[in-house]
């Protein structure tokens, strides 16, 4: 019988369940697809981190990272917990020989994110960042269309990443509004899988512009009669120089009213154009000024995951993905170094507000 692959999945909240959902189901849609042993999950909290346990499959539980990544029956740690805690739990597995997955951003800052990007490069296990809407399947045609010169010369990209979720005043306080932890705000948490897409479908971003608001600067503590106050953007833009000449911009932000999950891509070129919306994620739109019948056309691209929602279907493809990768023995993507480099970015702009100026970035 073949060896089923140990998981040890560290985090048990949005992420860490929509992972450890992923490892259960994917032997549904590929049967052939070498079989997942949930072995441990860590979390801070005994009694949360015994129930999600139980609830997902897990044979067992810690209050101790180290503890999963030490457990030999685990072949692949896979990250979920706050920015913050990514870059030691990330360098002790590589060096132990382990498969890791990171959840995005790589690293709550730059330094910490190139730690795990050397540990990577020393390590034997194999690692990728989880930057989910590429994997989705309209953005891999999306990819293949730009290969294949369907733009032509590119003259404007943007991207917009709109959320509502801190339009509430009364929404609890968070590790996400401390700066410690997060490593920053909607720029980092949201805007870094536009960066992460821009460099997949068009290449580098080599200078950027910035400016960031923080519009609702204290939130109530849950249980509570204090308050804290905000140390994260709400609210980021950025323009950005590309390396082939062009121009782009990135919008990130929290307390766009009416918006859900709404993240957005449109790259316009000399021949052709996409489109693309979260809300619609198996729709991508395509203009092409050589079409006769000249007008945005919808392709519907195949769902590989019926049944499951935008978000999760790239959750769920690269995950599968990456498994494929260890059954081959082949490097996955996007790897820490595109993690490094999407935060670079990202990094980069936060600079720029800072400082009032374009900053340039060094690769």
């Known amino acids: 019988m073949t060896k089923k692959i140990g998981v040890g999945m560290l985090g048990y909240g949005s992420m860490g369940r929509t992972h450890s959902f992923a490892y259960r189901v994917l032997p549904l849609f590929d049967p052939k697809l070498s079989e997942t042993r949930l072995v441990a999950v860590f979390g801070r909290t005994e009694a949360n981190v015994r129930r999600f346990a139980g609830e997902y499959g897990f044979e067992t539980c810690y209050t101790d990272w180290k503890k999963v990544v030490n457990d030999d029956k685990v072949d692949i740690i896979d990250i979920c917990t706050p920015p913050s805690e990514h870059s030691e739990a990330a360098v002790e597995a590589l060096e132990k020989g382990k498969n890791v997955i990171c959840e995005k951003p790589l690293a709550a800052n730059i330094d910490e994110a190139e ?11 194999l690692s990728m960042t989880m930057f989910n809407v590429r994997f989705l399947p309209a953005m891999q045609y999306a990819k293949r269309l730009i290969d294949r010169n369907f ?12 959320k509502m979720s801190l339009i509430y005043p009364k929404r609890y306080f968070t590790w996400k509004d401390k700066l410690g932890p997060s490593g920053g705000g909607s720029l980092l948490d949201l805007g870094v899988h536009v960066t992460d897409l821009v460099r997949f479908l068009v290449g580098e971003v080599k200078e950027v512009s910035a400016a960031t608001e923080l519009y609702l600067k204290q939130r109530p503590v849950k249980g509570t009669e204090m308050v804290e106050t905000v140390e994260t ?49 198996c729709v991508l739109r395509v203009f092409s000024i050589e079409d006769p019948e000249v007008g945005w056309k919808n392709i519907h691209v195949s769902n590989s995951y019926p049944f499951i929602d935008g978000v999760s279907q ?43 100026k374009w900053v340039s970035l060094s690769h």
């Open 115 to 125: 730690k795990i990007v050397k540990a990577a490069e020393k390590g034997e296990g």
């Open 151 to 162: 733009l032509g010369h590119v003259y404007r990209l943007f991207g917009s990443c709109p």
């Open 233 to 281: 953007e709400d609210t980021g833009l950025v323009i950005m120089k590309f390396a082939e000449g062009f121009l782009g911009f990135l919008e990130a932000t929290k307390v766009a009213l009416g918006n859900e999950d709404a993240m957005r891509i449109e790259i316009n070129g000399s021949k052709g154009a996409i489109s693309w919306s979260l809300e619609d994620p």
């Open 314 to 356: 790239g959750h769920l493809a690269g995950i599968h993905y990456f498994l494929r990768c260890l059954e081959k023995e082949e490097a996955p993507r996007p790897s820490f170094k595109d993690g490094l480099r999407a935060q670079e970015i990202i990094d980069a702009a936060y600079r720029s507000a800072r400082e009032g």
